[in-house]
């Protein structure tokens, strides 16, 4: 057990380890901050000053030993537009953004997961083909397509929902149903496949065989068994929260961390770009990390299968 959690937990270090290089160089070889953060028409000295204070005028080695040296200290960075604490400005931004992932989450399991076991008991039925269809559709739209349509419904043409801004639930019903309709579209897809494949297993029928009503089937054996795909993409989506509210809040200008993200890029606001891949890679690895320790409760087997083995 002590080698799988020190296994895991060197994969989870490794893993936030290479986004932040790969975002440290992809970073700074997309553009210079001096260019888009000063004035078009600063002079070349304020250009050089700025870059010297930021260490920017060093070579890229150094600012990549530099940067890790502060992370380690607990040293963040500060933002270039304000000089404010990097982290800071991420941290209060995440509120807003758990307000409309969490509830988003929340309805993607409600409707996916049934609507897949719905599916799956009437396999080839119109109800089946109905689900299925409106899965590819709910999957293949982008979320900024279905955001603005949503807006041109309910916000122009009926006037019941605002199309934007955070003042009050209501600013949030569009941007929650636009962030959980593609994920419950995925999870209905996911859960299907998987109800299928155990529904076709031997053990099923034999349940059946024994006079089992089919509801004690499905329940006792057949979800049992599905949920570790089940339970695979879930975890994928709990990662993703922050991740995936980024579009959907830059079209319903919502001030979460996701604009904040989107702002930080266009302006090669180096620090808070950073700590938001920080969080967001850290939010995936603690996921997977939840999706392991899952496994081993729905199906021992697995657990062990990871287990050290005890010797003679």
């Not at 060197?10 to 997309?30: D, E, G, H």
């Not at 901050?33 to 028409?41: F, G, N, Q, T, V």
């Not at 199309?163 to 639930?169: A, C, K, N, P, V």
Request: proline fraction near 6%; charge should be positive.
């Amino acid at each position: 057990m002590l080698n799988f959690i020190v296994s895991r937990l060197s994969r989870a270090l490794l893993t936030i380890f290479l986004v932040l290089t790969f975002a440290f160089f992809i970073l700074r070889m997309s553009g210079d901050p001096a260019m888009l953060i000063m004035s078009p028409d600063a002079p070349p000295e304020a250009l050089i000053a700025f870059r010297q204070g930021w260490g920017l005028d060093a070579p890229l080695w150094k600012q990549y030993l530099g940067f890790f040296k502060n992370l380690l200290q607990g040293n963040f960075g500060q933002s270039m537009r304000d000089s404010s604490p990097a982290m800071d400005l991420v941290i209060e931004r995440i509120p807003a953004t758990l307000a409309l992932a969490l509830p988003a989450f929340a309805l993607k399991l409600l409707i996916g997961i049934p609507a897949g076991i719905f599916a799956a008991l009437h396999r080839n039925s119109l109800a089946d083909r109905l689900v299925m269809s409106l899965s590819v559709a709910g999957y293949t739209v982008p979320s900024f397509v279905l955001g603005l349509v949503l807006v041109l419904i309910f916000a122009v043409r009926l006037d019941w929902l605002p199309s934007g801004g955070h003042d009050s639930w209501k600013h949030a019903v569009l941007p929650i149903i636009t962030l959980s309709l593609g994920g419950a579209a995925v999870l209905a897809r996911f859960t299907r496949s998987a109800m299928l494949e155990i529904m076709g297993q031997p053990y099923i029928r034999t349940a059946s065989a024994k006079g089992l009503p089919w509801r004690a089937v499905v329940r006792a054996h057949a979800l049992p068994n599905a949920s570790i795909p089940i339970v695979t993409v879930a975890g994928f989506m709990v990662g993703s929260l922050i991740a995936g509210a980024v579009v959907v809040e830059s079209v319903f200008s919502w001030p979460g961390v996701g604009r904040l993200l989107v702002s930080a890029v266009a302006n090669r606001d180096l620090a808070v770009v950073q700590c938001i891949l920080l969080l967001v890679a850290a939010t995936m690895v603690c996921s997977n990390l939840i999706v392991d320790a899952l496994y081993g409760l729905i199906d021992p087997r697995l657990g062990s299968a990871d287990a050290p083995k005890s010797g003679h």
